[in-house]
């Protein structure tokens, strides 16, 4: 079965810390897609990132990296320079590679603190 | 930039009341869906929709729930009895083509309070 573990309930940093959501997953497919989708307190879903699981590459985005690391089923996400802004729920995803229906892991709620 | 739009925003209904919420896909995409998310839980898949026919459906979606592309541009979700824990942001989400390539639009939801 898959599945994807956030053990991080609630993370809660000062403004300018880095912090780290962790993600790890489950799947038999040899071929997925993993993703990282942000909630503000508006509601949304806001895509952030997707990559599949043959890219093991880190990759960065201004302040956002993301560390995918196959051997250990983790796709860790770090915002550097944390801001106000960044408080939100983040959620790590997996795709079901027949049918591309994600599923979801519970959501870290981070709260950056001016 | 396309977008996936979803009405209503909001809905307030009263239990037992038949739901529908409506999605208009981004128009040349061929994959659609229904997430769930319950007030502070996570997103759950209810069910996906391909060439005018269920290619999926969890154990969320049971009898009281169904699909419907009636048009060729809007995609519904109804409920036909509602509970109330049938509460919740409910997410459309539409897929170009193969749903392993590029990226999963979600609308930005409708939230359905049942009293």
């Known amino acids: 079965a898959q599945k994807v573990t956030q053990a991080q309930t609630e993370i809660s940093v000062v403004e300018k810390e880095d912090v780290t959501l962790d993600c790890v997953y489950e799947t038999r497919d040899t071929t997925y897609y993993l993703f990282w989708y942000k909630q503000p307190p508006s509601g949304e879903l806001v895509f952030l990132i997707r990559r599949n699981s043959f890219d093991e590459q880190n990759e960065i985005s201004g302040r956002y990296s993301w560390n995918f690391q196959k051997s250990t089923s983790s796709f860790n996400f770090t915002i550097t320079a944390s801001q106000v802004v960044d408080s939100a729920v983040y959620f790590c995803a997996l795709s079901d590679f027949q049918t591309g229906k994600l599923i979801f892991g519970q959501g870290t709620t981070l709260q950056v603190k001016p | 930039e396309p977008e996936v739009t979803q009405t209503p925003s909001h809905q307030v209904t009263q239990m037992g009341q038949e739901v529908i919420l409506r999605c208009v896909p981004i128009?040349?995409?061929?994959?659609f869906y229904w997430y769930r998310q319950i007030l502070g839980q996570k997103v759950e898949f209810l069910v996906s929709f391909y060439n005018n026919e269920i290619s999926e459906k969890s154990e969320i979606f049971d009898d009281q729930f169904s699909v419907e592309r009636p048009d060729g541009s809007n995609f519904t979700l109804k409920i036909r009895s509602t509970k109330l824990e049938d509460s919740a942001m409910y997410f459309c989400a539409s897929h170009i083509a193969d749903p392993n390539t590029g990226e999963l639009f979600f609308g930005e939801g409708s939230r359905l309070t049942v009293l």
């Open positions: 128009s040349n995409h061929l994959y």
